[in-house]
């Protein structure tokens, strides 16, 4: 079975500074990652993924993440932060032999005017 | 473009009482998830389908019975409603595992007294 660990449940950074929220992953198998985004009282929505190729993957809203093999991670970063990035943010894998999504447990991030 | 369709969106029930969650989707999605997210728990799979007519139990289950009958549709029920049961709770469907994302549906919030 797959496993994520998101580092730090709470992330509070000031406006205009780099967000970086952690995830690391376990897998027996090559994994395919996700990150979501969940904004207040909606569900979750796509941010970025990586699946196969290259391993620094831009997403939507200036977003981006690396894929590193031997540190089995998969950090979601974002060099300014706006206000409008305040929300709980997930990371995924799926595992293709069990038919399932793994969910981390979220970071909440905070931006500070 | 509708997606992930969840009905109701808010209900509170009574301890011992029963209910039935709808999920629709409209992007002829094989693969269908229920997922419940509590604080600091990030989402828990409760069951998931393949293909219609099929179910599977995830992570927990317990309490929560469900069926696809159509392939567009997957019901979660709750037999006897527990307060344990209170959380918000999160429909997904994906064309298949691996390298396409899930798509999720706005959520229900379920308050069990």
């Known amino acids: 079975a797959q496993s994520v660990t998101q580092l730090g449940s709470h992330v509070s950074v000031s406006e205009g500074a780099l967000v970086l929220l952690r995830c690391n992953y376990s897998?027996?198998?090559?994994?395919?990652l996700f990150w979501y985004v969940q904004y207040p009282n909606q569900g979750l929505q796509l941010l970025l993924k990586y699946t196969t190729g290259a391993t620094l993957v831009k997403g939507i809203n200036g977003f981006e993440a690396e894929f590193k093999k031997s540190e089995t991670s998969f950090h979601l970063t974002k060099p300014s932060a706006h206000m409008s990035d305040a929300a709980e943010y997930f990371c995924?894998?799926?595992?293709?032999?069990?038919?399932?999504?793994?969910f981390g447990s979220g970071t909440k991030l905070n931006v500070k005017p | 473009n509708a997606g992930v369709t969840q009905t109701p969106k808010f209900r509170v029930l009574k301890t011992g009482q029963s209910m039935t969650l709808l999920c629709a989707q409209d992007?002829?999605?094989?693969?269908m998830y229920w997922y419940r997210q509590d604080p600091g728990m990030g989402l828990r799979l409760i069951h998931y389908?393949?293909?219609?007519?099929?179910?599977a139990k995830g992570e927990v289950p317990d309490g929560y019975n469900v069926s696809r009958l159509k392939k567009q549709n997957f019901l979660l029920g709750l037999e006897s409603a527990a307060p344990s049961q209170t959380s918000v709770y999160f429909c997904?469907?994906?064309?298949?595992?691996?390298?396409?994302?899930?798509?999720f549906g706005q959520g229900t919030r379920l308050t069990v007294v």
């Open positions: 992007m002829n999605h094989e693969y």
């Open positions: 995924a894998v799926s595992d293709p032999n069990f038919n399932k999504f793994y």
């Open positions: 389908s393949v293909g219609e007519g099929t179910t």
């Open positions: 997904a469907s994906s064309r298949a595992t691996g390298t396409t994302e899930a798509f």
């Open positions: 897998s027996s198998v090559p994994p395919y």
